[in-house]
């Protein structure tokens, strides 16, 4: 794989793990280039958390697990 497309995947993951904030390609494309530098990106995953598609880190810890196998009964 190209350089060039190992920081435009990795800057997309950061971009994608980060909530996908408008404004901010200078500084994705600058970190993934450092993670590729550094030989972060090269082992498949860079070192970006995950998050949910179309959810921000902020909205998935703010909110709580559902709890599994609880429904309400209708009365």
């Known amino acids: ?4 497309k190992l920081v435009r995947d990795t800057a997309y993951e950061i ?7 408008e404004g901010r390609d200078s500084e994705h494309w600058r970190l993934a280039e450092e993670r590729v ?3 972060d990106a090269e082992q498949g995953k860079s070192k970006t958390a995950t998050v949910p598609k179309g959810r921000s880190k902020k909205e998935t810890a703010d909110k ?4 599994k ?3 309400k009964k209708a009365v």
């Open 69 to 71: 196998g609880r429904t």
């Open 37 to 39: 530098g550094r030989g």
């Open 64 to 67: 709580p697990a559902a709890a």
């Open 15 to 21: 971009w994608e793990a980060e909530g996908r904030p």
């Open 1 to 4: 794989m190209s350089r060039e």
